[in-house]
Structure formats: structure tokens, C-alpha cells
């Protein structure tokens, strides 16, 4: 897929915690994680098991073989089985859901292609078309059935309009999203990189998830938000194909280590 290769930038971790917003804020997905019981992917615990297992799984959708794409569905899945709704949850969820799954890939999918658009070489219709036809492995990658994918990227325009209007943060979610903003999971480097962290969090959140994270936004912050991501646009496109894809090639590199090594993979 090399049009979505492409669009692999490590720069692009900038918008991470903006982009698990994005998720976070359909209920099902927001609660899943909120109430995950599976302790090894919780980030306030584990925040580096749990940032290398998001970012092997973005790294074997984009750049991997389709063995090495069944192997960690296969791995990610285990860890899935634990993850649904209890009697006591106020929304009912399922890890496993094809639905919530599809929003997920398509929050990614958005993701990527804002990343392109600012730090990637100029994008034809063509080219647009492509990445988005290959974006379809962030969600088959695991559940998520090919047919299921919109068909084209005006199908995928109607589909995300529909589905904003299921976009719906409660208290809970907002304050488990609100201490991802703040890096808190980090406390060491909470401090001094936590109002960084905020701004460039919410530059890159549409603004109806900055309305539903109560994050203020004005022409000052946008012009500034403007500036830095010029400036790390310079500085992305003159790196080297290796240095611009870490650290998605790294989990790569090591994924494919873990498996010559009989290592679980996540």
C-alpha cells in the first residue's frame, strides 16, 4: 500500500491524543476503555506497554504484511475477549463490535489524512482516493469486513457526517480524556510538557470534539497552532524515509523480532 506508506509520520504522533478523542467520544468506545478491565493495556499503569501495543498496531495495518497483520488480530483479539459492558455500565459495549470498530479506523483514517495534508507531499484527488481505499486496514486489520468500509471517499463524507451526530461525551469519559490531555499517565513530564501537550491536543481537534472536551479555542490559538505545524512541516519534509517514519518502523522492527523470538506481541 504504498500511498498509505506515505502517509506514515511519526510527526503525526502530535495529534494522538487528539485522534483518541475522536474515538473516545462515541460512548461505546469511550466506556470500553474507561472500564477496560485488561490491566496491561491500561495507560495510567502501563503507559509504555500500552503506547507501543497502539503504535505496533498502526505500524502493522500501514507497513505490514498481511501474516504479520493476522498475527497480532490474533494477539489483540485475546486481549478484546475481556473487554464489554457489565451490568452496572451505562452503555452497553462489545471490543468485538464491527460498528464501534468502524468508527475507530475511520477516526484513524481521518488522522492520517490531516497529517498528509500538513506534512506530506501535495495530494491530487488521486492520491486522496488511494489513501483512503488503503485505510480500510485499520479496521480490517481486525473486525471490521471490507464491504463494510465505505465504498469511496464521498460515501465515507456522508457516513462521518451521520455518525457525529452519535458523538456524545459524559462526565466520565470527559475526565478519563481530560487527564490524557494533561499527561497525567506521565507524571515526570507532566509539568513541564502538560500546557504544550494541551495546546497542540486541541489544534488538532475538530472543533466539535474541542466543544465536547469544553477546550477554548480562538483566531490567536489557531494562528499559532499554524505556525508551529509549518515549522515541524520543514523540518518533516527534509528528513531522511527512516527518520520521518519513526517510530512506526521501530515497533515494526520490533514486532517482527518478538515473532522470530516466540515473544508475545502485545
Known sequence: ??????????????????????QLSRPGVGYGVAESRVDSGNVFKHPVKRTR?????????????????????????????????????????????????????????????DIYTLFGKPMDSETAEAIYQSSAAFGTT?????????????????????????????????????????????PPIARPFASLHRFVTTGFLPPRFREEMRLP???????????????????????PKPLRRFPYNLCLWDLRRRVAAGRPLV
Open 53 to 113: 501495543t497502539t503504535l505496533t498496531y498502526l505500524a502493522v495495518a500501514t507497513l505490514g504484511t498481511d501474516e504479520e497483520r493476522r498475527a497480532y488480530r490474533r494477539e489483540v483479539n485475546r486481549q478484546h475477549a475481556q473487554v464489554h459492558s457489565t451490568d452496572s455500565s451505562p452503555v452497553e459495549y462489545n471490543a468485538f463490535d464491527e460498528d464501534l470498530q468502524l468508527w475507530v479506523a475511520a477516526c484513524l483514517y481521518k488522522g492520517f489524512e
Open 1 to 22: 500500500m504504498p500511498e498509505l506508506e506515505d502517509a506514515v509520520i511519526g510527526a503525526g504522533l502530535l495529534a494522538g491524543t487528539a485522534n483518541v478523542i475522536m
Open 217 to 239: 479555542w480562538s483566531h490567536r490559538h489557531q494562528r499559532r497552532f499554524d505556525a508551529l505545524m509549518r515549522a515541524v512541516a520543514v523540518v518533516v519534509r527534509v528528513s
Open 142 to 186: 481486525l473486525q471490521v469486513r471490507q464491504e463494510s468500509w465505505p465504498a469511496d471517499r464521498t460515501a465515507f463524507a456522508e457516513y462521518w457526517e451521520k455518525s457525529l451526530d452519535r458523538v456524545d461525551l459524559d462526565d466520565r469519559v470527559r475526565a478519563y480524556l481530560t487527564d490524557l490531555v494533561e499527561l497525567r499517565f506521565l
